[in-house]
């Protein structure tokens, strides 16, 4: 059973340390052993507690009700929760934090079932929107906070992987289309998430893809695009990186192959500028890739975003 600090519950559940303690002081919702030093360690059960505590008070409980619940009676409550919001497009937090829970105590078929739920009532681009990425940012993953429960990071990451790729197997090949993409991270980035989903989404409109995934050197990313002349170069910037760095691979592809589209994503105002800078389109939302998708003029007309 996994060790957690009470900053970990904090970043977990999105709830400040200082509620979590006066909820325990207050109503006894959680009882974390302690250190030697009085430093609080809580366990998965307690973690998925907490969780179980913000769904309800997100629906509306009060935190003194919420607090006179049995074990089987918050179970029921949080049964009825997930029904409802798998009935409307309303309370996915609910839904998110069921997932958190299997992620945290690595149960893989209540991920798998609340996936599949999810897909079924929503679709893959909504779940993804709705539930995938605020699950990722919970965790740190898309923020880069290596030093939060790693293992559940990588747990979490290589089930969406899983489940995408398998998204995109389902979808028929393109060819000789209007155009063609090559998705690819550079050789200081790993976070591929983003870039995957992207894969299923230009596929889905029915372009071509050619999916190069993770720390790709330049010089084996220049051969390809020789070989394969895409009409189009994406790739995401996750990780913090040195400015010259990004700018060095930018400016590469636009000296080089001043024929493509050059695209990126990624949160950074510094990656923005970049962008600007050397004219690359900056794509910042689902809808701006829609966009560049139905554009008629993309095959060769770079497009500012």
Not at 149 to 163: C, V
Not at 215 to 224: E, G, K, N, T, Y
Request: hydrophobic share 40%; glycine share 4%; charged share 25%.
């Amino acid at each position: 059973m996994s060790s957690y600090s009470i900053k970990d519950l904090e970043r977990i559940s999105n709830m400040k340390a200082h509620t979590i303690r006066i909820w325990e002081q207050r109503y006894g919702l959680l009882e974390p052993d302690r250190t030697d030093t009085n430093i609080r360690s809580y366990n998965d059960d307690q973690v998925k507690k907490l969780l179980n505590v913000c769904t309800l008070l997100d629906r509306g409980m009060k935190i003194s009700k919420i607090g006179k619940l049995s074990k089987s009676e918050m179970a029921s409550e949080i049964e009825k929760v997930i029904h409802d919001s798998f009935q409307g497009d309303v309370h996915v937090e609910a839904i998110i934090n069921q997932a958190l829970i299997g992620i945290t105590t690595f149960n893989v078929s209540l991920f798998d079932e609340i996936f599949s739920n999810a897909v079924k009532k929503f679709g893959l681009k909504k779940t993804y929107i709705k539930i995938l990425y605020p699950l990722l940012v919970r965790t740190g993953l898309m923020w880069v906070k290596d030093d939060l429960l790693p293992s559940q990071e990588h747990f979490l990451s290589n089930l969406i992987r899983q489940k995408l790729f398998a998204a995109i197997d389902a979808l028929p090949v393109a060819t000789h289309t209007d155009q063609k993409w090559i998705l690819f991270l550079n050789e200081e980035e790993d976070h591929e998430i983003g870039l995957l989903f992207a894969y299923y989404m230009i596929r889905q409109m029915g372009k071509e893809v050619v999916y190069l995934g993770a720390r790709v050197p330049f010089r084996d990313l220049s051969p390809v695009i020789l070989g394969c002349e895409p009409t189009h170069a994406y790739s995401f910037f996750v990780r913090n990186q040195f400015d010259d760095q990004i700018e060095t691979l930018l400016g590469n592809l636009r000296t080089e192959f001043p024929q493509i589209n050059v695209c990126v994503s990624g949160g950074s105002e510094k990656l923005k500028k970049i962008a600007s800078k050397k004219g690359v389109n900056l794509i910042e939302t689902i809808e701006n890739l829609t966009d560049i998708l139905i554009s008629p003029n993309a095959q060769r007309t770079p497009t500012q975003i």
